[in-house]
């Protein structure tokens, strides 16, 4: 196979013993680690200039090469059109966009930057896979530079449906930029859907089940629904079942029954929502009290992002208010933790809980369902609790409980229903799960993408 250069914002360290909380550096890094390859992108820092200095890290077969944004980029690039305006539109909250003309050209300029970064290091037979929303126009900047390479997008996150996909301001310029890729992929075959109708709609392409033409272009979209590792997460959460936070974890709880989330501090995670649900349990029955401990584990995200910081204090307010009307002097309902852990440690609290809650309003996949399911004992596995929502539904919903994240009272009924299933449900569902994360592991995904990349069907 051709060597593989990867292009995202964030890239996961690839030195041993610091930690990503997002999906896209997580599952990149895993998949990256078994052919090896190049990644290109963003070093996290914020500098005089964008794009220098430039400096490159190797690890094993992974080459890093990493640059800053300078001040402006960074607010309007990062946090103003790609936080500020895609990722709420995206995660179908437009009531959030806050678009201003300078927050565009940033997002232009920065793609150009990263276009000539590109160019400065690829080679001719090279793969480029480009990830997420912050560069939907990429690939145009590349074929302007001259570049001949095949390129590929994996959007991390949800397409939106047209009418709110239509909110972007400039979505029709945004659009035809993204069909400059060769091959676009998404998590679900609605998000696939929904790019087809909007390109049919709003921009008189036509399409068919696998591509999208405009003006003479064709650009092949297909389905890639992102894994995980479920072998290594096992082995991970086995091995590090007695380590030191698993023990204090457990001492904590006094053999109370534990439910758990962890999340970006996100607004399309759904988090007010959850703690609802889990204060609609003890509200409503009341053998939970002083019996189930909730544990929600969230670091802080774009902090400096619109929204973030009151969605904070909403969830300091929230879980304050449900903690200090239930806690008792030898119980607290809800520990709450902006914090992030190591990997190991993650793994280890799925598998010493009984219940895992995902509620998220919008996700792409989310994986730290997967991940939960993964981590589990196959004799004693918890039960996940799963959004309609999360990308992550439309594979799990044989062996997941399935909720509407705006429906406290069902969220409620299937966390009391998950405390209390017997063994062989739990085992059962957690077998039919399994199968599908082996099925569609990180290894499947990223060939499945990179063979469809590589190798357009006849005629593409
Ligand atoms: P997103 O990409 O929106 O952040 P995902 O659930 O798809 O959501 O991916 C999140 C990834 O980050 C998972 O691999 C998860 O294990 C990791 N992660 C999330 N929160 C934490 C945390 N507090 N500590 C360590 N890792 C975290
Ligand atoms: O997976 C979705 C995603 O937006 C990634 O693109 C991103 O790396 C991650 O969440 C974390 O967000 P950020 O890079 O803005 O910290």
Redesign the pocket.
């Known amino acids: 196979m051709a060597r593989i250069l990867i292009v995202s914002n964030r890239v996961a360290p690839i030195t041993e013993g610091q930690?990503?909380?997002?999906?896209?550096a997580?599952?990149v890094l895993d998949a990256l680690k078994k052919t090896g390859g190049i990644w290109m992108g963003w070093n996290g820092s914020v500098g005089s200039k964008s794009g220098d200095p430039c400096s490159q890290d190797e690890n094993g077969n992974i080459s890093q090469i990493t640059w800053p944004l300078s001040q402006r980029d960074y607010d309007t690039f990062y946090r103003g059109f790609a936080n500020g305006v895609l990722w709420p539109a995206f995660h179908f909250r437009s009531d959030l966009i806050h678009f201003r003309d300078e927050d565009y050209e940033g997002y232009r300029r920065v793609n150009r930057l990263f276009a000539e970064q590109i160019q400065r290091v690829a080679k001719p037979d090279d793969l480029i896979w480009i990830h997420d929303y912050h560069f939907l126009p990429l690939a145009q900047y590349c074929r302007e530079l001259g570049l001949k390479n095949r390129l590929g997008l994996f959007l991390?996150i949800p397409f939106p449906s047209p009418p709110i996909f239509r909110t972007i301001p400039n979505n029709d310029a945004l659009a035809r930029d993204m069909l400059a890729y060769d091959l676009v992929g998404l998590q679900t075959a609605g998000d696939r859907r929904a790019l087809h109708d909007y390109c049919e709609r709003c921009l008189g392409a036509s399409s068919t089940d696998g591509a999208i033409t405009l003006d003479g272009k064709v650009t092949r979209t297909g389905v890639y629904p992102i894994g995980v590792c479920p072998e290594d997460i096992q082995h991970l959460a086995q091995e590090h079942k007695n380590s030191r936070e698993v023990v204090k974890l457990k001492s904590g709880l006094q053999h109370r029954r534990l439910i758990i989330s962890?999340?970006?501090l996100?607004y399309?995670?759904g988090l007010i929502e959850r703690f609802r649900g889990f204060e609609r349990l003890l509200d409503t029955r009341p053998r939970f009290r002083g019996a189930v401990s909730f544990v929600q584990?969230?670091?802080p995200?774009r902090t400096d992002v619109h929204g973030y910081r009151s969605l904070r204090q909403m969830l300091e307010q929230t879980s304050g208010r449900i903690n200090a009307r239930w806690t008792e002097l030898s119980w607290t309902p809800i520990r709450y933790m902006n914090?992030?852990?190591?990997?190991p440690t993650?793994m280890s609290f799925f598998r010493a809980s009984q219940v895992g809650l995902v509620t998220s309003l919008r996700?792409?996949?989310?994986?730290?369902?997967k991940?939960y399911v993964a981590a589990q004992s196959e004799d004693d596995p918890g039960v996940l609790v799963l959004s309609e929502f999360a990308g992550a539904a439309d594979e799990l919903a044989e062996g997941a409980l399935i909720i509407n994240p705006h429906d406290t009272s069902s969220m409620s009924k299937a966390l009391q229903a998950a405390l209390d299933m017997h063994a062989a449900e739990r085992r059962q569902r957690h077998q039919t799960m399994m199968q599908v994360l082996k099925k569609n592991d990180l290894i499947a995904w990223r060939e499945r993408f990179l063979s469809d990349l590589e190798n357009p069907p006849s005629g593409g």
Do not use: Q, W
């Not at 930690?19 to 896209?24: A, K, M, R």
């Not at 996700?363 to 369902?369: E, R, W």
């Open positions: 930690v990503s909380t997002g999906g896209l997580v599952g991390h962890v999340d970006r996100d399309s995670k584990i969230a670091p995200s914090r992030s852990f190591d990997r993650l996700d792409g996949m989310n994986l730290v369902a991940e």
